[in-house]
């Protein structure tokens, strides 16, 4: 039987330079239970995949900022006032978010901010620590969050709504902010090219990288 995923975005779904792999696209829409988009990325991003892809939107952004549910009130955690105060403080201390102009990653970001990988990570770490915030590294951004939000609280609040218990889904991602959903599904991979804190909190880890290391978790779920 097919459990319900929860399947994170860069580094999972997409190869390096974040392209969405196309092969994963009918694996995706052919899932026989629900599918959880789980990212770091901005609300829109998830929302656009699920409306591309034409599945129910079901998904946990901004690494469990927003949890939205189709035909359910969408829930926003976070405290975005003192992420930007922090890119403000950063930007005063000399430095930036380091993103092209017009700031996609930002534009339509609700509950955080990202900052990219560029960027000095210390005066960012010592800053969001003054605001009460932290920094996740995601490969892909340096995330200002606060400590309480994590994707496995979003997993846990959409298998609520769902009424599914959040030990039936598996998780598949590549790094330290999919570490939560690790431990909050009942089963999980890291992808070959996951950071160390993922291979450490997975269950299982692919011999393959990125969307390859997906295809062959979904090989093993669906085989074994
Ligand atoms: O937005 C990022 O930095 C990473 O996104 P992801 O959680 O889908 O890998
Ligand atoms: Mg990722």
Redesign the pocket.
Known sequence: MTPPLAV???????GPSRAVDPRVMSVLQEWDDHVV??????FP??VALCEFLGIPITVIAE?GGVVAVAGEEIVFTGDPDSAWAVAEAYEEAGFGLGWDEPDF?NRWRETEI?VALDQPLDPLERIAADHGLEVVD??????VKTPEVD?GKGLEAVAHTLERDPAEFVAV???E??VATFETAGRSFAVANADDSALAAADEVTEASYADGFLEAVDRIETE
């Open positions: 994170d975005i860069d580094g999972t779904l997409t988009v789980a990212t770091g990325k901005a991003y998830p690494n990653v990202a995601t490969g892909f951004a340096y995330h994707k991602g590549d790094s902010n999919d």
